[in-house]
Structures are given as structure tokens and as C-alpha cells.
């Protein structure tokens, strides 16, 4: 168990700045996740962290200690990459006992530990295969289990999931929060896919154009974005932005509702929201069309669960409400989230 | 397009035909058969005539077939001289691609990190390989003059060689071509420094093609340069460092440049190869079936090593 600290880093590749002047601390056995699209600077901090890439300025440091220009070996983390990066040509047994040997751990303990890093991700049976005769799903669990076997401080993970179908992803997805609290290892944990993030971060890191957008716990990111970028880029679909007045005003699409399923103590706003387009995707709706009172631009996204009966068609008006408590406000300029109100 | 209904027979489409180039079954014999052509004319009536040839008494200047069975190949067989350079060849080939290929991985892996002037070091390195054979070795061949061979200067001017007591002795000059052990050693030099670039050019694909992640990976999980090197990269590099070698191996089998142009196969047979023993023997001799029965010597070592080497390209595709 460890903490993480990166103070000011950057690096920049010639003129581009992919990581640019970020600082971040992680708690003790805390779920890290950094969220961003791609080319967002989130894999290169996490290599940095590994030490597989030196940083332009700035340092890293690993309980306390300044890492930034050690080798990676001896920073004790362990990293899994996208593709898995298997050897290909050596057994999973021996995949998941390299890391052991590169430690000069006594020869004779290393099957027993093999043997328990296996047994947690439920591959035993497969120690003889080589990685291309295993399946996605079980390529992604021998990584893991080369990862863990020599109980690293720092867990990192590289998009671990993308490679695998959405329904294994989704087990996984569970498997590895469960793994995380049991083993209780500090972790990092890298991905463009929100749902991932939601799921599995104690906290997240919203990252674009190399900085950090917004730093916190996941439901605090999604209900109260610092900015245009992060109400955008996490939801989906995204926070409708509508401007009036000189400030952006935004609400989630399940918040704005046919004005019948919304009241409030704090009152709602309603509007006269014209329907273009419905699509069913059977748990849900989305209802796209436009509204065309007080806003400027006002082309808005509701998204009505599967269970709520409203025979609504393409083409019509109809009254959709949103809750005052759930609007936000953004600098129209600068894209911050402010205070602001609307009449 | 067809439209097959039920009841009413497939009409074909109007104006569509199948070309050739539609029809596996005929484009495939259509583009081999070139291939197939230029081999039959130039390797394969060749060989059959060697082979002829070989069970014959012909000569240059009785050019009339009469079979004499195995007689030219046990006539071959029990000359020293053929068994030298049976030896010879194998000892050239082994040696020259055994360094050939230690210090091709060297140099791959050096010219596969980044830093200034590196497409000149490429450039440089892959000159070799873009100059006829016989001019490089006309080169070697001033190189390592009797007289005049920079080496030996660079030598006496180090103070090892051409005084009384020193490293090499006291003669001005080391010989280089004309004492026996050292002639073999120049040959196996000139050999090293032609096919050095073509191997490393192997190499480098190889590395090339080994995914970063892996190194990374390598490199996280704790791994050294020197364990990487020797558990990752060469691992997965292997079927291509035994393509290099096994091209390497059929290059100095059948070179005849080289000892042709340095030492004739001199001093005293020493550096004789089967190659220019077969030109001695056949063609200046004028015994063309003595000289066919010896160059056959090479072909199950050859086809041996050609079958090896189609092997070994299947596994690298595999990995």
C-alpha cells in the first residue's frame, strides 16, 4: 500500500504538451481512475508514474520518495497494459513467475506464490497454455495475475477492459473492484470510458488537452462538473447546454422530463419542447427536439426511463420540465461552472 | 444482380461475365507459371545436366556422354584436396555467420535506438551489400597486401609488429593472404563484412517487430537490459536471427568470389572451398564431370538448409 504524488509534471513530445503542469495525490489504497478522450495526456501520466516515460518537469513520488528518474523496477508497481503485453512465447505459469525471477525470489517459493496469484483470478488449469491459445477474458486475467503476484504497492491499469466484449466487460469490471478492496493496493487506473469510471473510482481525474479538468468522487463529477468540458464528456448523452442571458444553462437529459413526472419543492421550469426525432432503446428513450422559448440555441436531449408511460410522437409540442435543483450554470467565456438562476 | 424466386429457374445476369482475373482456378496456374518457367530453364535443366554430367566421363574436350557410374564421386571423395575443401567450406560458413550474426544483433540494436546521424550510420553500414562482390573484394584484396596492407602499417606504427621482441615479430609485414591460419582468417573477414549488413537489416525487422508494451512490460515487471535482451528479445527474435543465419549459411556455401579473388584457394589448398575447387577441377582443369560430381556434394547440405529455412519463416509468421 502506498500513496502516489505527482507534483507540476509535464512532458512534452517536441511542441506538444501532453501532460502539462499536473499535480495529484492519491490516498493509501484509494481506486484512481483518470478519465479523458484520447490524447488526453492520461496514459503518458500513467506511464510516467510506471517510469517507462521520464517526465519534461516535474516529479513523481511514491510514499514520500522522489522516484522520478528510477528505473521502474525499483519503484515497486505493477502496470497492466492495454494489449495485456503477454509474453507470447513463454507459458502463463511462466508469464505470471517472470516478474518472481526478475526479483531473485527463491526459487523454491515461486510456485506456491504462481500458484496463489493464479488461483485468485481462476485460471490454475490454463498455467500450461501460451497466451495465444487463451480467450480475451482470460489473457486479461493472467495479466492481472502477473501483475499481483509480487504484490506491488502500485497497481496501474491501462484501458485493461477495452479489449474485452461488453458483457465480459461488465464482469470484469466487477471482479476487479471486488479484487481492489480485498487486496487493498493503492491504484491508478486509466480509461476514456465514463461508465468504467463511474463504476469503479473512489475518485476521478477528468483529463483534456493534458490538465486536469475536475478531481472527485464520481457522483460529484457528474451532478456538479467544474466546467463545459466535464459535463459534456461524462454522461451520455451529454449535459444539454443551452445559453440565455450571458451563461451557459445545463441540465442531464433524465432530468428534464414531460412536465407531469416533474415537481419540486425548489420549483421546476418549464418549457414548450418540440419533438424532432424519438429513438427506443427499449430500458430507455431518448427524446431529441428543440426548445424555442428564452433559450437562444436550444436543441435539447431528454431521456425518458423504459417504465415511464407517455405516448409522445415526432413532430409535436409538448410541456418538458426540469427541476430548478437540477440546473447548473457555466461562464460563458471561461466554460466554469458559477451560481446563476433563471427567472 | 440473379434473383432466384422459387418455382422459376436463376436467370444469369445480362452483360456480367466472370474475367480471369475472376477465376481462381485459372489465374493462379496463369501467374506461377512464369516463375515456374525461369526455374526449369535455369535451375532445373542445369541441375539435371550437373547430375548427368557427374555419372559421365566428359571433359572439355570430349563433350560425348559415356556413363562411368559412381567412379567421378569416389574419385572425388579420396582427393585431399576435396576434403579440405569440403572442410573448408563448412569451417567458413560457421564461422563467418556465427560472428555474422552476434555482431549483426549488436549493431541492430544499436541502430535501433535514436540519435544523431542515424540514418548515416544506416546508410553506412548497408554500403557493403550495394557494391559488386568482386570489386569489395579487390578492395580487401589491396587491404591485405603482402607489402603494402594498411593493417600491417597501423600495426608497426602501433609498435607490435616489425622489431625484434615485439607482439608480432620481428618481419615487416604479417602476410596476411600467404601464411595459411591468417588467409583462412581473411577469408572468413571479407565474408563477415559483406553479409553483415543483410543480416542486420534481418535483425532489425525482427526487433522491429517485437511490440513495445512487451519491452515495457518487461521493464515494469522488474526485468534488466541484459534479462530482457535474453528472455524477451532474442526469444521472440529467434526465427528470424536462424532465417539470417541460415542465409548467411547458403551465401558463403556457395560464394566463390571471395577465395577466388584473395587466394585462389592458396596458400597450398589451405582456403580451397568446394566452389572454386569445382572451377578449378571443371572448367580450368577442363574435367567437367569431376567438376559437376563435386559441386553436387553441396546440394543435400543446401537443400537441407533451404527446406530449414522455409520451416523456420512458417514459425515467425506464427509468432
Redesign the interface.
Given at each position: 500500500m502506498a500513496e502516489v504524488e505527482v507534483q507540476g509534471i509535464s512532458k512534452h513530445f517536441g511542441e506538444v504538451r501532453a501532460v502539462d503542469g499536473v499535480n495529484l495525490a492519491t490516498a493509501e489504497g484509494e481506486f484512481l481512475v483518470l478519465l479523458g478522450p484520447s490524447g488526453c495526456g492520461k496514459t503518458t501520466l500513467l506511464r510516467m508514474i510506471a517510469g517507462i516515460e521520464e517526465p519534461t518537469r516535474g516529479d513523481i513520488l511514491i510514499d514520500k520518495l522522489v522516484v522520478t528518474h528510477l528505473p521502474p523496477r525499483v519503484r515497486n508497481i505493477a502496470m497492466v497494459f492495454q494489449s495485456y503485453a503477454l509474453y507470447p512465447h513463454m507459458s502463463v505459469y511462466k508469464n505470471i513467475a517472470f516478474p518472481l525471477r526478475t526479483r531473485g525470489m527463491d526459487k523454491a517459493a515461486i510456485p506456491a506464490k504462481v500458484e496463489w496469484a493464479a488461483a485468485m483470478f481462476g485460471i490454475e488449469k490454463l498455467k500450461h497454455r501460451k497466451p495465444r491459445e487463451l480467450s480475451g477474458g482470460e489473457r486479461q486475467r493472467v495479466a492481472l495475475a502477473r501483475a499481483v503476484v509480487r504484490e506491488p504497492s502500485v497497481f496501474l491499469l491501462d484501458e485493461p477492459l477495452s479489449n474485452l466484449d461488453a458483457k465480459l466487460r461488465a464482469s470484469a469490471r466487477e471482479e476487479l473492484r471486488q479484487f481492489q478492496r480485498r487486496m487493498g493496493f493503492t491504484t491508478i487506473y486509466v480509461t476514456h470510458d465514463q461508465v468504467e469510471a463511474m463504476g469503479l473510482g473512489d475518485r476521478i481525474v477528468v483529463m483534456n488537452k493534458g490538465r486536469i479538468r475536475q478531481v472527485g468522487p464520481p457522483r460529484e463529477i457528474y451532478h456538479f462538473p467544474a466546467d463545459t468540458f466535464v459535463a459534456t464528456f461524462l454522461g451520455s448523452p451529454p449535459m444539454n447546454l443551452l445559453e440565455y442571458a450571458g451563461t451557459l444553462v445545463g441540465f442531464r437529459p433524465e432530468n428534464f422530463l414531460p412536465a407531469e413526472f416533474v415537481s419540486d419543492a425548489d420549483g421546476v421550469v418549464t418549457y414548450p419542447f418540440e419533438i424532432t426525432y424519438l429513438e427506443d432503446l427499449g430500458a430507455e428513450t431518448l427524446v431529441y427536439g428543440n426548445i424555442r422559448e428564452r433559450f437562444h440555441t436550444g436543441h435539447v436531449v431528454s431521456r425518458l426511463p423504459g417504465n415511464v408511460n407517455v405516448s409522445i410522437e415526432a413532430g409535436r409540442t409538448y410541456a418538458f420540465a426540469a427541476s430548478r435543483r437540477d440546473l447548473r450554470f457555466f461562464d460563458k467565456s471561461t466554460g466554469l461552472r458559477t451560481e446563476g438562476s433563471l427567472p | 444482380m440473379n434473383r432466384v424466386m422459387e418455382g422459376a429457374a436463376a436467370v444469369p445476369a445480362e452483360g456480367a461475365r466472370a474475367g480471369v482475373a475472376d477465376r481462381q482456378g485459372q489465374l493462379a496456374p496463369l501467374m506461377i507459371a512464369p516463375a515456374i518457367a525461369y526455374i526449369v530453364a535455369l535451375i532445373g535443366i542445369p541441375f539435371v545436366m550437373a547430375a548427368l554430367y557427374s555419372l559421365s566421363d566428359v571433359t572439355t574436350g570430349d563433350p560425348s556422354i559415356d556413363f562411368v557410374g559412381l567412379h567421378n564421386y569416389r574419385e572425388v571423395f579420396y582427393d585431399p584436396v576435396f576434403r579440405t575443401a569440403l572442410s573448408n567450406t563448412c569451417l567458413f560458413a560457421l564461422a563467418s555467420q556465427t560472428l555474422v550474426i552476434i555482431l549483426s544483433r549488436i549493431l541492430a540494436s544499436a541502430l535501433m535506438q535514436d540519435f544523431r546521424g542515424k540514418w548515416l550510420a544506416r546508410f553506412l553500414i548497408m554500403l557493403p551489400w550495394t557494391a559488386p562482390i568482386a570489386l569489395g573484394t579487390i578492395g580487401w584484396l589491396w587491404m591485405l597486401d603482402s607489402i603494402f596492407s594498411p593493417f600491417d602499417w597501423l600495426l608497426r606504427r602501433a609498435g607490435l609488429l616489425g622489431a625484434p621482441g615485439v607482439l608480432l615479430g620481428p618481419m615487416p609485414n604479417l602476410y596476411w593472404l600467404g601464411q595459411s591460419g591468417l588467409a583462412m582468417a581473411s577469408v572468413v573477414l571479407v565474408h563477415v563484412w559483406r553479409l553483415l549488413p543483410l543480416a542486420t537489416v534481418i535483425q532489425m525487422a525482427g526487433l522491429s517487430s517485437i511490440?513495445r508494451?512487451?519491452l515495457?512490460?518487461?521493464?515494469?515487471?522488474?526485468?534488466?537490459g541484459w534479462?530482457r535482451t535474453l528472455?524477451?528479445t532474442i526469444?521472440?527474435t529467434l526465427p528470424i536471427i536462424g532465417i539470417a543465419f541460415l542465409f548467411g549459411i547458403v551465401f558463403t556455401f556457395t560464394d566463390m568470389t571471395v577465395v577466388y579473388v584473395l587466394t585462389r584457394g592458396g596458400p597450398v589448398h589451405t582456403t580451397q572451398v568446394l566452389s572454386t575447387w569445382t572451377f578449378f577441377r571443371g572448367i580450368e582443369g577442363g574435367d567437367l564431370a569431376q567438376g559437376a560430381a563435386i559441386s553436387l556434394f553441396l546440394f543435400p547440405v543446401l537443400a537441407g538448409v533451404a527446406s530449414l529455412m522455409l520451416r523456420m519463416a512458417r514459425r515467425a509468421e506464427v509468432?
Open positions: - | 511490440s508494451d512487451l515495457e512490460a518487461a521493464a515494469v515487471d522488474g526485468a534488466t534479462r528472455e524477451i526469444p521472440l509468432t
